[in-house]
T-cell receptor, first 114, second 115 residues
Framework: AQSVTQPDIHITVSEGASLELRCNYS??????LFWYVQSPGQGLQLLLK??????LVQGIKGFEAEFKRSQSSFNLRKPSVHWSDAAEYFC????????????FGQGTELSVKP | EAQVTQNPRYLITVTGKKLTVTCSQN?????MSWYRQDPGLGLRQIYY???????DKGDVPEGYKVSRKEKRNFPLILESPSPNQTSLYFC??????????????FGPGTRLLVL
């Protein structure tokens, strides 16, 4: 069965420090992969997505993610975190031929220290 | 502005009192979907619709109904709400679903409390 695991429930980083949020997936074929961000009281905003091609994907707000098939991972990175990045981040895999369903991880809450 | 809207944003109700959460998109998207978000579980799909008059169950459809009479609207109906349906609900839409999975756009969410 398809699944997504985000091992870190909560991460705290200092402003200006680098960030890496982990995401591991289980899927039988090449997946469609997404990272969404949810700011407090807001809906989900797409940060970036991977469908095929270059395994390093650039997104909005300075985020990037790298697809590593051998590790079944799609980790999200940012070189320098800003206080406004504090939010909850969700990794998701798109299930092909299953009605467009997105399978989400449990989410990682990011706190940013001044 | 392209957007997905949901109403109401917050709702407190009592067990057994029928309610409807509306969802509307102005992007002429064919595909619409409902998710619920619970702590530690992420988002789980309730129902989805590939197009008008076409709906199907997601992973957690029990206790919910949907309809798709118009392309832009996809209401979520709770005929007899129970406390375990207390959750944060999101509507989403995309140009199309299926094999060619495309970016889904999410509404702002509806926070439901069932007493």
């Amino acid at each position: 069965a398809q699944s997504v695991t985000q091992p870190d429930i909560h991460i705290t980083v200092s402003e200006g420090a680098s960030l890496e949020l982990r995401c591991n997936y289980s899927y039988g074929a090449t997946p469609y992969l997404f990272w969404y961000v949810q700011s407090p009281g807001q809906g989900l905003q797409l940060l970036l997505k991977y469908f095929s091609g270059d395994t390093l994907v650039q997104g909005i707000k300075g985020f990037e993610a790298e697809f590593k098939r051998s590790q079944s991972s799609f980790n999200l990175r940012k070189p320098s975190v800003h206080w406004s990045d504090a939010a909850e981040y969700f990794c998701a895999v798109g299930a092909r031929n299953q009605g467009g369903k997105l399978i989400f991880g449990q989410g990682t809450e990011l706190s940013v220290k001044p | 502005e392209a957007q997905v809207t949901q109403n109401p944003r917050y709702l407190i109700t009592v067990t057994g009192k029928k309610l409807t959460v509306t969802c509307s998109q102005n992007m002429n998207h064919e595909y619409m979907s409902w998710y619920r978000q619970d702590p530690g579980l992420g988002l789980r799909q309730i129902y989805y619709s590939m197009n008008v008059e076409v709906t199907d169950k997601g992973d957690v459809p029990e206790g919910y109904k949907v309809s798709r009479k118009e392309k832009r609207n996809f209401p979520l109906i709770l005929e007899s709400p129970s406390p375990n349906q207390t959750s944060l609900y999101f509507c989403a839409s995309s140009q199309s679903g299926g094999a060619k999975l495309e970016t889904q756009y999410f509404g702002p969410g509806t926070r439901l409390l069932v007493l």
